[in-house]
């Protein structure tokens, strides 16, 4: 009997109580994984790690902080004795355009997006070279220049690839491996509730153009949980470095006015 593509191996998600997070840390426990499941919220933690069962165990942390990205990994080592993969999944996301942008938003949006992956994989490195481990940043798409009311985010998805790229190269002889994800657009809960906090309709996610959603189906955390969960996996070695879009259609060179739902004037 084959083991499961994860057997054995210990891996902590941050901001897995929702969203693909949450999808990562379920299917990386259907694949023998043991898995820390990450966030703020103790009761929002506990629920999904009650759901999961006795291979799954909360981490709790504030991102933002300086302390806690440590300290995340340690409870991690401290209740499973070892650490083999990081998904650095939780961000902060809140919008704001560039003219209208603070000292203390901007710092935030760093502290959260950058520091904090920074920090947590510093803190793994020991046990990761131990492991021969693997290290997931989730990105966006947004990096490669991103929209007009996401100037932070978009920078600090910028300084996260750059990160990426830079440990790849840094610990390749270690055999420790780093996978960008440049995450296009995924129904998440959070994301369909912001879209209806905006005006959107009921049901708004079966009505999006073609253009944004060519097979017709907006793409699940599920689906994205699938491709972490490879590169995760000893399947994926020995390749290293490796940066793309997760998206439904070619993201860098995509000329809107070459779409014919463009040219109808559908959009």
Aim: glycine letters at 8%.
């Amino acid at each position: 009997m084959s083991l499961a593509k994860l057997d054995n191996k210990v891996i902590l998600v941050t901001g897995a109580n929702t969203g693909v997070g949450e999808h990562t840390a379920r299917l990386c426990i259907a694949q023998g994984a043991k898995v820390a499941v990450h966030g703020r919220r103790p009761d929002a933690v506990q629920k999904i790690v009650d759901e999961l069962g006795p291979n799954a165990h909360g981490v709790i942390g504030s991102l933002e902080t300086a302390e806690d990205p440590a300290k995340v990994v340690e409870q991690t080592v401290a209740h499973f004795g070892r650490l083999d993969g990081v998904v650095n999944n939780a961000a902060r996301t809140t919008r704001s355009h560039f003219e209208k942008t603070d000292v203390a938003f901007f710092d935030n949006m760093m502290a959260t997006n950058v520091r904090a992956p920074f920090l947590i994989i510093q803190a793994a490195l020991p046990y990761l070279k131990e492991a021969q481990g693997s290290v997931v940043n989730i990105g966006s798409i947004n990096a490669l220049g991103g929209e007009r009311m996401l100037a932070p985010y978009s920078i600090s998805k910028g300084a996260l690839l750059t990160l990426s790229k830079h440990l790849a190269n840094l610990y390749d002889r270690d055999s420790i491996r780093f996978t960008h994800i440049n995450l296009g657009w995924v129904l998440t809960e959070n994301e369909y509730d912001l879209k209806i906090s905006d005006g959107f309709p009921e049901g708004w996610q079966h009505d999006v153009p073609k253009m944004m959603v060519p097979s017709g189906k907006m793409s699940s955390p599920q689906e994205v949980a699938k491709v972490i969960a490879f590169w995760l996996s000893d399947d994926s070695k020995p390749w290293n470095g490796t940066v793309f879009e997760l998206e439904q259609y070619p993201f860098k060179g995509r000329i809107p006015s070459l779409d014919a739902d463009f040219l109808d004037g559908k959009i």
